[in-house]
């Protein structure tokens, strides 16, 4: 399984972006697709979640502010963040489960700027 993020940049705060990732096979194959973010200095941490049946969920700092969805036809899933705030800034990855394992996709930059 390949999985390549893009749709990172800099931004300022209050700015919005969208991140795409998209797979090398049938998305709908997936348990479960994952954005997560690592800041410098900090540990990885998950942001969103959509689950095979649809349904997602989100830390809490992001809540309302971020959306995660995918699109099976393009076998790609999205995170279109808005509000973004400097302490978003981190890289973020994209990951499928795929039976037990967790496939991860290189990650792409988002900066926010104050």
């Known amino acids: 399984v390949q999985l390549q993020a893009s749709g990172g940049g800099v931004v300022q705060a209050g700015g919005s972006l969208t991140l795409s990732c998209a797979a090398s096979?049938?998305?709908?194959?997936?348990?479960?697709m994952s954005w997560y973010r690592q800041a410098p200095g900090k540990e990885r941490e998950l942001v969103a979640r959509?689950?095979?049946?649809?349904?997602?969920d989100y830390t809490d700092s992001v809540k309302g502010r971020f959306t995660i969805s995918r699109n099976n036809a393009k076998n790609t899933m999205n995170l279109q963040m808005h509000s973004l705030k400097p302490e978003d800034t981190a890289v973020y990855y994209c990951?499928?489960?795929?039976?037990?394992?967790?496939?991860w996709g290189q990650g792409t930059q988002v900066t926010v700027s104050s």
């Open positions: 096979r049938r998305i709908f194959t997936f348990k479960a």
């Open positions: 959509i689950i095979g049946g649809g349904s997602t």
């Open positions: 990951s499928a489960a795929l039976g037990s394992t967790n496939h």
